[in-house]
């Protein structure tokens, strides 16, 4: 057996083993109630052994399950605090990192994209990674600029040079097809969250993910949008090709350190600037920021919030959807008729389901209490909370929410929503995300 197959079947075997060890904690937990030991305990006893195999399975692989694993990092805050706080540093750690690949695999990779004369491009390049991702890893180095007139010493400028991993391609697919069968497993981790569909959409982007040329040209919409924005910063695109992305370097504070460092100042300011990108970019570019996790996010030295990996993106060229912005401004004026009648006409409740109004608005009114206030402070404690009311069967919210419906084109808006709202919480953010939306949510302020 070579070592691509060898590997290929090593990475099967570990995510083949998830669910079996799930079936056995189940079977023992059954056991356990059996004997007469406490079903909570038993409970978090099992939700703990599962996230921890998890965690650790995930946290040893490229491709789809990485991914899938940043994915649903950023969804700790919700997890009880006796669970999350062992995994913090850890899930942490895999938003950031990888094992990375041979430096003669990265130069092969280089000279196909770039060219033969890739190093002449080139003023340094520096052979370690300074940080890895799902299906590729980054560079720093020092890219040669055009002279600007005949016999001018060309200028340079430090960048970042995005390298996909050989054949991450088909570890991606398989990876994917393997998660499929893992969807009943990740409801231990959060049981009110339906994962096929992130599944799905997954999936549906592998190809653009996958295709570094087109993810320049995402960029580079970005980068025009926010040019000389006093608040969010977008890195140039200085060259790319399928497998090979060269843009600027951004330096600054990663996320994730200032959220298990930052001053409380700190982070309100950065949870601030994550809400006005997710509005505001998609009446600016017509695009929405569809990876929301830590590690791709920066505080600059001047204060502004630098935004890195536009793999994956939801294309949004009218702007933010109206009703969002309308039925989220009904829902606080406490006009369930109208929410039921928009929800109904959007397709989150199907034609023939007959959904008491009022309970549809009492379903609805804790989600949207962020910005019914001037000022809001997400919270680990609030986002518990809410994962209690959706996810616990004796809950009303829980019986209400299995009638509702996931309308396909609004699928990665509300996973981006989801994600974005987990950062915050892990942020513990307090800013006026009210203001925020009236100015950026199209439907949402209130009519003069």
């Given amino acids: 057996m070579t070592d691509i197959p060898r590997r290929a079947a090593s990475r099967t075997a570990k995510l083949a083993a998830l669910p079996l060890g799930f079936a056995g904690r189940t079977v023992l937990g059954f056991g356990k109630r059996v004997t007469g030991i406490a079903g909570d305990v038993i409970s978090a006893d099992i939700q703990q052994r599962t996230a921890e195999q998890l965690f650790s399975v995930l946290g040893q692989l490229k491709g789809g ?31 950031e990192a990888a094992p990375p690949m041979p430096v003669a695999s990265v130069h092969k990779a280089l000279a196909e994209q770039l060219g033969a004369d890739w190093r002449d491009k ?16 980054v560079h720093k180095a020092v890219w040669k600029l055009p002279p ?62 996958l295709d570094y040329a ?35 370097w951004v330096d600054g504070t990663p996320l994730a350190k200032v959220i298990t460092d930052g001053t409380e100042e700190e982070r309100d300011e950065a949870g601030r600037l994550m809400a006005t990108l997710h509005f505001s970019a998609p009446a600016r570019a017509g695009l929405l920021h569809a990876d929301p996790h830590p590690g791709n996010f920066r505080i600059l030295p001047d204060g502004r919030l630098g935004v890195i990996d536009f793999g994956a993106v939801a294309r949004l060229p009218e702007g933010h959807p109206e009703p969002i912005g309308r039925l989220v401004r ?4 406490g006009d369930a008729d109208g929410v039921a009648d928009g929800l109904r006409e959007e397709g989150f409740i199907k034609p023939d389901d007959e959904l008491d109004a009022r309970a549809v608005l009492d379903f609805l009114r804790p989600m949207i209490e962020p910005v019914a206030v001037d000022e809001f402070r997400f919270t680990r404690a609030w986002i518990r909370a809410e994962a209690t009311r959706l996810s ?14 996931l309308p396909p084109s609004y699928l990665l808006i509300h996973r981006v929503t989801l994600g974005s709202i987990g950062v915050l919480c892990q942020l513990e953010a307090k800013a006026p995300y009210r203001t925020i939306l009236e100015k950026w949510l199209p439907g949402f302020a209130p009519v003069a």
């Fill in 148 to 209: 600007s007139r005949k016999g001018a010493k060309p200028k340079t400028i430090t960048v970042a040079v995005k390298v996909q991993y050989p054949g991450a391609g088909e570890a991606l697919i398989s990876d994917l097809k393997q998660l499929g069968r893992l969807a009943g497993m990740f409801k231990v981790i959060q049981p009110g969250m339906d994962m096929k569909p992130l599944l799905t959409e997954l999936r549906e982007r592998v190809i653009e993910e």
């Fill in 330 to 333: 009904l829902a606080l004026d």
């Fill in 65 to 95: 399950a990485m991914k899938f694993g940043q994915a649903l990092s950023v969804f700790e805050a919700a997890m009880p605090e006796e669970m999350a706080g062992p995994y913090r540093q850890a899930l942490t750690k895999l938003q």
């Fill in 392 to 405: 616990s069967p004796r809950s009303p919210g829980f019986q209400l929410s299995r009638k509702l419906n």
């Fill in 214 to 248: 087109m993810e320049a040209e995402t960029q580079t919409a970005f980068a025009n949008a926010f040019r000389d924005d006093a608040e969010i910063y977008v890195p140039r695109v200085l060259a790319s090709s399928p497998r090979v992305l060269v843009t600027e």
């Fill in 122 to 137: 080139f003023a340094e390049f520096d052979d370690s990674p300074a940080a890895a991702a799902s299906i590729g890893q």
